[in-house]
């Protein structure tokens, strides 16, 4: 009926048609009606008059319920008249309902649990908000905490449990609680929203309107104490839409301001201010009595602390993150400056011929050579305890185990037969020998490395052995020992190498090198979008040369410069021709760390682009992210270089490597193109799949396009494209073809498409 203060009379005839007794009760199902008295006549005699309502003392009642009910008999076949006067300062709302006993407590138990689980959640978020405020000491927990708190003394009050369970004598305290929460919640609501949404940095006019409404609720708790209950509830109804419509302004604002939490207060509330006009319109008379008006707000603040409570988590992780990069950033930054000095040092004792510690300039000569004296009597003593170690007799019959090949170099002849596959003791000597010796009140650490050959595998001569075994030191060691292993597939020195390395440089310049590509396509359209270079190398007498078996070769060699240069030219040259029968198509183009760090890499791009009449982000410049690592400041300046002359930068390999996302996050990378090991059986393969999905989100969440390349099946296609792909590359689509199948190719894809 809305506010009225006219007293509202209901009269209902009720009778027993059954066989039976009955226990009945007859509820209003409103708590906050002031003043109410039931009436029983029977056959035309009042028989009982039983006043409740909330501005009496909760005790006595006939039911222990906050709404107004009665209990009451009738016998078979009789007849009884309830005549029921309610008179409220408040809204008049007259839910009335008549219930068989047991059906009642039934149903009221059951709501019961409902409510219990609602008061019950807001207090668990309460206190994991009031954890975090108490840890961190940021206001905006407190806020939080605050608002919900008021939420839960409102709907505590509105309900009468708190009037039920804490103050039951007390019936003018429960007016006055029920109108303090209102404004109370209200301004922490209004205070939270500032600090989360930040309007301060980004919009002054809403900041001002959020400060009024503020200033205004203030106002409003102050002047509770001297208001009627009337007023207090009509003018918290009616600033409950102004306030509601300003905060459910506030999310978009911010929102389109850039802020990520106006995303989250705006969808929190939402149902909010539904429920809340909803109860405002109830209280009203605008809108009717019914479960909606009736619980719409309870609802509503239940959803909006739920994702509140995950905005702030959110946050906190974000915040959190934050803070831990910077910390990373400090420690990286001290570490770069404890490298450069230890470079300094290593520059300034080391050869730079040989790369070995000058032990005469750091310790002099007469120092030195009692360095060596001890390393040599250390390596014999540890070279008795192993019977692995071959033993000969000099022609003093002295017995001999370790050999002098060069002034700082030594060497051991190990049986390995007698090792029985079983190295452990052998480097633990070694281990042993590369600590650091004490010299003169000195620590010197000798730096030593170690290389190892095997009779008959490596050399079946001693003077190649001993060849292999100095190429073995720079080899890196193979588990957890400390020696490096010669391999011939890694030996630069090797003589049918340095011949192949001859003969690419002649192929070179020769134009005997092609250029394969492979188409890409875009998962949502099948549309093709570009095109990678591939190097292949056709040798007269060896036939086709792997790229993996050649290419190592150039990047240590320096070749690759050379190669970098014509596959640019070349492949720009290409893509000019294939942009005829394919508008828009790009080229990706793979470079090596070495390549990204020597000078003239922007140049070179430039004037190719300049020479075919190209446009900078037709071009994708590829590498793998442990090339980006090889140097990091100096690659992400290169990168950015290439990437502000309008140049596109793809991370390859990605989920291969060792660099860490927060260095590929500040790489000037458009996309990334996910290692083909981590989409191996993803269609049969639960953990396989998981690990793609996560790469998959990791790559989008950084702000990266993903490409999956290697696939060939459509199967994987079709589940790549489920998992969230941009991009696909492999087999299944196109093998690698040269120039004009690569246009034949085209043609018909795009027909096709």
Same mark, same amino acid.
């Not at 006549?41 to 709404?67: C, K, M, S, W």
């Not at 429920?275 to 009736?294: C, D, I, K, S």
């Not at 597939?489 to 003589?495: A, N, T």
């Given at each position: 009926?809305?506010?009225?203060?006219?007293?509202?009379?209901?009269?209902?005839?009720?009778?027993?048609?059954?066989?039976?007794?009955?226990?009945?009760?007859?509820?209003?199902?409103?708590?906050?009606?002031?003043?109410?008295?039931?009436?029983?006549?029977?056959?035309?005699?009042?028989?009982?008059?039983?006043?409740?309502?909330?501005?009496?003392?909760?005790?006595?009642?006939?039911?222990?319920?906050?709404?107004?009910? $009665?209990?009451?008999? +009738?016998?078979?076949? @009789?007849?009884?008249? %309830? #005549?029921?006067?309610? &008179?409220?300062? !408040?809204?008049? =709302?007259?839910?009335?309902?008549?219930?068989?006993?047991?059906?009642?407590?039934?149903?009221?138990?059951?709501?019961?649990?409902?409510?219990?689980?609602?008061?019950?959640?807001?207090?668990?978020?309460?206190?994991?908000? $009031?954890?975090?405020? +108490?840890?961190?000491? @940021?206001?905006?927990? %407190? #806020?939080?905490?605050? &608002?919900?708190? !008021?939420?839960? =003394?409102?709907?505590?009050?509105?309900?009468?449990?708190?009037?039920?369970?804490?103050?039951?004598?007390?019936?003018?305290?429960?007016?006055?609680?029920?109108?303090?929460?209102?404004?109370?919640?209200?301004?922490?609501?209004?205070?939270?929203?500032?600090?989360?949404?930040?309007?301060?940095?980004?919009?002054?006019?809403?900041?001002?309107?959020?400060?009024?409404?503020?200033?205004?609720?203030?106002?409003?708790?102050?002047?509770?104490?001297?208001?009627?209950?009337?007023?207090?509830?009509?003018?918290?109804?009616?600033?409950?839409?102004?306030?509601?419509?300003?905060?459910?302004?506030?999310?978009?604002?911010?929102?389109?301001?850039?802020?990520?939490?106006?995303?989250?207060?705006?969808?929190?509330?939402?149902?909010?201010?539904?429920?809340?006009?909803?109860?405002?319109?109830?209280?009203?008379?605008?809108?009717?009595?019914?479960?909606?008006?009736?619980?719409?707000?309870?609802?509503?603040?239940?959803?909006?602390?739920?994702?509140?409570?995950?905005?702030?988590?959110?946050?906190?992780?974000?915040?959190?993150?934050?803070?831990?990069?910077?910390?990373?950033?400090?420690?990286?930054?001290?570490?770069?400056?404890?490298?450069?000095?230890?470079?300094?040092?290593?520059?300034?004792?080391?050869?730079?011929?040989?790369?070995?510690?000058?032990?005469?300039?750091?310790?002099?000569?007469?120092?030195?050579?009692?360095?060596?004296?001890?390393?040599?009597?250390?390596?014999?003593?540890?070279?008795?305890?192993?019977?692995?170690?071959?033993?000969?007799?000099?022609?003093?019959?002295?017995?001999?185990?370790?050999?002098?090949?060069?002034?700082?170099?030594?060497?051991?002849?190990?049986?390995?037969?007698?090792?029985?596959?079983?190295?452990?003791?052998?480097?633990?000597?070694?281990?042993?020998?590369?600590?650091?010796?004490?010299?003169?009140?000195?620590?010197?650490?000798?730096?030593?490395?170690?290389?190892?050959?095997?009779?008959?595998?490596?050399?079946?001569?001693?003077?190649?052995?001993?060849?292999?075994?100095?190429?073995?030191?720079?080899?890196?060691?193979?588990?957890?020992?400390?020696?490096?292993?010669?391999?011939?597939?890694?030996?630069?020195?090797?003589?049918?190498?340095?011949?192949?390395?001859?003969?690419?440089?002649?192929?070179?310049?020769?134009?005997?090198?092609?250029?394969?590509?492979?188409?890409?396509?875009?998962?949502?359209?099948?549309?093709?979008?570009?095109?990678?270079?591939?190097?292949?190398?056709?040798?007269?007498?060896?036939?086709?040369?792997?790229?993996?078996?050649?290419?190592?070769?150039?990047?240590?060699?320096?070749?690759?410069?050379?190669?970098?240069?014509?596959?640019?030219?070349?492949?720009?040259?290409?893509?000019?021709?294939?942009?005829?029968?394919?508008?828009?198509?790009?080229?990706?183009?793979?470079?090596?760390?070495?390549?990204?760090?020597?000078?003239?890499?922007?140049?070179?791009?430039?004037?190719?682009?300049?020479?075919?009449?190209?446009?900078?982000?037709?071009?994708?410049?590829?590498?793998?992210?442990?090339?980006?690592?090889?140097?990091?400041?100096?690659?992400?300046?290169?990168?950015?270089?290439?990437?502000?002359?309008?140049?596109?930068?793809?991370?390859?390999?990605?989920?291969?490597?060792?660099?860490?996302?927060?260095?590929?996050?500040?790489?000037?990378?458009?996309?990334?193109?996910?290692?083909?090991?981590?989409?191996?059986?993803?269609?049969?393969?639960?953990?396989?799949?998981?690990?793609?999905?996560?790469?998959?989100?990791?790559?989008?969440?950084?702000?990266?396009?993903?490409?999956?390349?290697?696939?060939?099946?459509?199967?994987?296609?079709?589940?790549?494209?489920?998992?969230?792909?941009?991009?696909?590359?492999?087999?299944?689509?196109?093998?690698?073809?040269?120039?004009?199948?690569?246009?034949?190719?085209?043609?018909?894809?795009?027909?096709?498409?």
């Amino acid at each position: 009926m809305g506010i009225t203060e006219s007293a509202y009379w209901l009269r209902v005839p009720i009778v027993n048609h059954t066989p039976d007794s009955l226990s009945l009760i007859a509820e209003l199902g409103y708590s906050q009606l002031d003043d109410v008295t039931f009436h029983v006549i029977a056959e035309g005699e009042l028989v009982r008059t039983f006043q409740t309502g909330d501005r009496r003392p909760f005790y006595p009642r006939d039911v222990d319920h906050p709404n107004s009910l $009665l209990r009451f008999q +009738l016998a078979p076949q @009789e007849a009884k008249t %309830l #005549y029921i006067r309610v &008179a409220t300062e !408040g809204t008049m =709302v007259l839910p009335f309902s008549l219930w068989r006993e047991n059906q009642f407590y039934e149903s009221a138990g059951a709501e019961q649990k409902l409510q219990f689980f609602y008061f019950g959640s807001l207090t668990v978020i309460i206190l994991i908000n $009031l954890a975090v405020f +108490l840890t961190l000491r @940021e206001k905006l927990y %407190l #806020y939080y905490c605050l &608002a919900i708190f !008021g939420y839960l =003394v409102f709907f505590a009050s509105i309900r009468g449990f708190s009037f039920q369970h804490i103050y039951p004598s007390f019936p003018a305290v429960h007016a006055q609680v029920l109108m303090l929460s209102i404004p109370f919640l209200a301004m922490f609501s209004i205070l939270f929203c500032m600090e989360f949404l930040r309007v301060r940095s980004h919009s002054p006019r809403l900041r001002a309107a959020l400060i009024g409404m503020l200033i205004f609720e203030v106002l409003y708790f102050l002047a509770v104490p001297f208001l009627d209950y009337k007023t207090g509830i009509l003018l918290a109804a009616v600033s409950a839409f102004v306030f509601f419509s300003l905060l459910m302004i506030a999310g978009p604002v911010s929102w389109a301001a850039g802020v990520r939490a106006g995303i989250f207060f705006t969808v929190a509330w939402s149902p909010l201010t539904v429920g809340v006009m909803a109860t405002a319109g109830r209280a009203l008379g605008v809108f009717p009595e019914n479960f909606f008006t009736n619980y719409a707000m309870q609802i509503g603040s239940g959803l909006e602390a739920f994702i509140l409570t995950l905005a702030l988590a959110d946050r906190l992780y974000r915040e959190r993150e934050q803070k831990i990069q910077a910390q990373a950033d400090i420690l990286r930054q001290e570490k770069a400056r404890r490298d450069a000095q230890d470079r300094l040092t290593y520059a300034m004792t080391h050869d730079p011929a040989t790369g070995l510690e000058e032990i005469n300039r750091t310790l002099g000569l007469e120092r030195s050579e009692r360095l060596l004296k001890r390393l040599a009597e250390q390596m014999t003593m540890l070279a008795g305890q192993l019977p692995m170690v071959h033993a000969t007799q000099d022609s003093l019959c002295r017995t001999e185990r370790v050999y002098q090949i060069s002034g700082d170099s030594f060497g051991l002849l190990v049986d390995a037969r007698k090792a029985g596959d079983d190295f452990g003791a052998l480097d633990s000597a070694l281990k042993q020998l590369a600590q650091p010796i004490a010299l003169d009140h000195l620590a010197i650490d000798p730096h030593l490395k170690y290389g190892a050959a095997s009779f008959p595998d490596h050399g079946k001569k001693a003077s190649v052995l001993i060849r292999n075994a100095h190429v073995a030191m720079e080899m890196t060691p193979r588990g957890s020992f400390e020696t490096g292993f010669y391999s011939g597939k890694y030996d630069i020195y090797d003589e049918s190498r340095l011949t192949l390395i001859s003969h690419l440089r002649e192929a070179i310049q020769n134009r005997q090198t092609e250029l394969y590509y492979q188409p890409k396509t875009r998962l949502s359209t099948g549309e093709v979008v570009g095109v990678e270079a591939l190097m292949r190398w056709f040798h007269p007498e060896r036939g086709w040369v792997p790229p993996d078996e050649f290419i190592p070769l150039a990047e240590k060699t320096g070749v690759i410069k050379h190669l970098t240069r014509w596959v640019v030219n070349q492949a720009l040259a290409d893509l000019k021709s294939l942009q005829s029968v394919c508008p828009g198509l790009t080229m990706s183009v793979n470079i090596s760390a070495r390549d990204l760090l020597s000078p003239g890499l922007d140049e070179l791009f430039a004037t190719a682009l300049e020479t075919y009449g190209l446009q900078a982000g037709d071009v994708i410049v590829e590498l793998t992210e442990t090339a980006a690592m090889d140097d990091p400041e100096k690659g992400l300046q290169a990168l950015e270089r290439l990437a502000s002359s309008g140049l596109k930068v793809s991370i390859d390999d990605f989920g291969a490597g060792y660099s860490s996302l927060s260095y590929l996050k500040r790489l000037p990378a458009n996309e990334i193109k996910l290692d083909r090991s981590l989409l191996q059986d993803i269609c049969t393969s639960d953990s396989s799949r998981t690990i793609a999905e996560t790469a998959i989100t990791m790559g989008r969440s950084l702000g990266f396009l993903v490409v999956a390349e290697g696939v060939e099946d459509e199967a994987s296609a079709q589940l790549l494209a489920t998992l969230g792909a941009d991009m696909l590359q492999g087999f299944w689509l196109c093998r690698p073809a040269p120039l004009e199948s690569i246009k034949d190719w085209l043609l018909t894809s795009n027909a096709a498409v």
